[in-house]
């Protein structure tokens, strides 16, 4: 790879997002399964909720373990920012524990399975042209109605709209409105996370000229910016989950682990330009 003014800041990030999921791996995951794997008195259904969104973190860490060229722009900008949506999932679920949530994060997936095929029977039916094929999503919508009609369902859980009808859950499992309204609801800090980051994340996964509008030390401030934004709502997660599950005193040296996670990104932002902001 060459050399740029953010080459030396961009090893470091990237290095960020390894610490990370090392500490995660070693001291946080254990500590995790000791509390709501090995407890009889852990409620699995209730654990079940908050871990999912933390595993896909720890997924994407993994991952980018093998993003470290150029050519992976991309990917790492869908990473970071498909982190920063889990990380807002555990903040929800940190500020409104009602067992509402819980239930709603459970159905979602049945639900949004059912919204995919009655999309295809739709259109089919709107459009009588169309090539697309819909026995199989009619009879996926066939078998979950066979069990309980999935407005009911949804009427269920969800409740109605201002008409009565079912309120499905379109853009998101809560069925509280798109990232930056979820966002806000959570915390101010929250949406000033999304107006600081999500656009540039966004550019970077969707089509368009932003990502390549550049010379390599463009592309690779770009890359930067995935790492680093990877990396701290990645931290942030640990420190939700942590509290979520009650494992703190669990983890081995979790202070003082946090503190030299912090210290390297001190250390990595020290090496980026000034002109530069992350």
Same mark, same amino acid.
């Given at each position: ?24 791996? #070693? ?51 869908? =990473? ?83 008409? =009565? ?10 069925? #509280?409105?798109?990232?930056? +309204? ?25 089509? =368009?000229?932003?990502? +390549? ?22 931290? #942030? ?17 979790? #202070? ?23």
């Amino acid at each position: 790879m060459p050399n740029s003014p953010h080459t030396t800041y961009c090893n470091h990030v990237y290095q960020l997002t390894q610490d990370v999921r090392k500490f995660i791996v #070693e001291a946080v995951a254990p500590a995790i399964d000791a509390q709501c794997k090995d407890n009889p008195a852990a409620d699995p259904r209730h654990y079940r909720v908050l871990l999912y969104p933390f595993l896909r973190i720890i997924r994407w860490l993994i991952t980018f373990e093998k993003l470290n060229h150029t050519h992976d722009m991309q990917a790492i900008g869908t =990473g970071a920012r498909c982190i920063f949506e889990h990380y807002l999932d555990l903040r929800w679920l940190q500020k409104f524990s009602d067992e509402t949530w819980f239930v709603r994060f459970r159905e979602f997936a049945d639900v949004d399975r059912y919204m995919a095929a009655k999309r295809v029977v739709d259109h089919k039916t709107a459009n009588p042209a169309s090539l697309i094929d819909t026995a199989a999503p009619g009879a996926f919508m066939q078998r979950m109605d066979a069990i309980e009609p999935m407005s009911a369902r949804v009427l269920r859980t969800w409740g109605a709209d201002s008409k =009565g009808n079912p309120r499905w859950p379109r853009d998101h499992w809560t069925g #509280e409105g798109n990232l930056r +309204e979820r966002a806000r609801k959570i915390a101010p800090e929250c949406e000033d996370a999304y107006v600081q980051t999500y656009p540039t994340l966004c550019a970077l996964v969707h089509p =368009g000229p932003s990502p +390549e509008h550049g010379d390599f030390a463009w592309l690779e401030k770009q890359i930067a910016f995935g790492y680093f934004y990877a990396f701290l709502h990645a931290r #942030e997660a640990t420190v939700v989950i942590c509290d979520l599950v009650e494992i703190r005193q669990q983890v081995t040296d979790f #202070e003082q682990r946090m503190q030299q996670l912090d210290q390297w990104a001190a250390e990595a932002m020290s090496k980026l330009p000034s002109d530069n902001p992350p």
